[in-house]
């Protein structure tokens, strides 16, 4: 009989069809947690010391597409609407995008975006939620909506901590851009990434300013200098990357 004291590490997934990693990972308090998708229709969190089990969320009858987590609250995208939570509970509909929900990202503590694709267009739409005890226990409401570069599918998005209401988005055919969701404009279009490497599929900052990785379909992994526009180091790593991360305690370290 296996030993649970003994048990190393605990699996919270697994790799069984073509459906897109489902998952966000978030501090509250100075401790880490995740938000997994079970399923089709239901959420777990679970703290990352240990991946000990925290809370659920409900059976939604629709498949979830997208989640994002953020201090108390946890985002879920269904269909073309946000489903909001805090924690595990459900609080409301904080709105829905003209098409179905295909990507949650948060620019820092305040502002949730979700990316909607219909009729070849990709809308990213904000919701803010504003200062106080009242504030912070309400729904977010809406705080801009726009639609991005025409042709962007499938897109990433990416919020470098140090970018203050700016976001870099990554596409299906292998643009990346950056925008500002507050002008809801955009600022510049990078040149330094060749479009030959395929889709971008994941975007994420290193921890050293304005530097970023960026994960190409073709296995392609680039750093890239997101202020000048520069593409610092290059790796193959043989095969299409669904996610990257950075180790920043210690020496540094990307997986």
Known sequence: MESRT????????????????CASFYELGGVG???ARVGRDAFQIL??????FQCAGPRLGEPIAAIAGVGEWTYVGVGAEVFCFERAAFKGVCGAAAGRVT??????????????????TTEVIGWARGAGAAARRALPKEACRFELTPGFDDVVVCHPPTYVNKILAGSGDGRLE???VKRQARIHAYASLSKKCGAVLAVEPSGALDVVAVARASGAVALVDARKDVQLFALDHGAAAAALCFCRGGEPRGA
């Open 6 to 21: 003994l048990r190393s590490h605990r699996c919270i997934g697994a790799v069984a069809d073509a459906a897109a990693p």
């Open 33 to 35: 947690f995740v938000a």
């Open 47 to 52: 703290k990352l010391d240990g991946l000990a």
């Open 103 to 120: 990507r949650l990202s948060t620019v820092g503590d305040a502002l949730l975006l979700a990316c909607g694709e219909a009729d070849e």
């Open 178 to 180: 950056l925008w500002n």
